[in-house]
């Protein structure tokens, strides 16, 4: 994998994956699909915020796919470097020390996704 672009490689691996399954139970899918956007739609919390909670639990999970997953929406969605630090302390804090890895790479995903923001504008 491109260190540079690794998250990136993670999405791209795993998208052959989802639609061969997508197309074995599309209604699972598109029950899900459903469900991911009420639930990460604006509302009382915004979308900045939504994306920055599920990369927390990506990071307490392990989980490389939602780790990179969300990293890309919450820089898409304006989230900082900061504030994606933050969230990710958070989970270091629930989690402990197996968040403190996963947590590291949840920062290099959000600032590879935010660094490519096609504004050119990656929030300090």
């Known amino acids: 994998m491109d260190p540079q672009h690794r998250h990136h490689d993670v999405l791209n691996d795993l998208n052959p994956q989802h ?4 197309r074995m139970i599309p209604d699972v899918y598109r029950g899900f699909v459903e469900m991911s956007n009420a ?3 604006s509302g009382a919390l915004d979308k900045k915020v939504k994306e920055l909670m599920a ?7 392990g989980c490389d796919g939602c780790i990179a ?3 890309q929406a919450a820089a ?3 989230a900082s470097k900061e504030e994606a630090a933050e969230a990710i302390g958070v989970s270091i804090m629930m989690h402990g020390g197996p968040a403190t890895i996963y947590g590291a790479r949840a920062y290099d995903a959000f600032c590879e ?7 050119g504008v990656a929030a300090g």
């Open 19 to 22: 639609r061969a399954l997508r």
């Open 39 to 41: 639930a990460m739609s």
């Open 55 to 61: 990369l927390a639990i990506g990071v307490v999970h």
């Open 69 to 71: 997953s969300h990293a």
């Open 76 to 78: 898409r969605a304006g």
């Open 113 to 119: 996704f935010a660094d490519a923001r096609p504004d």
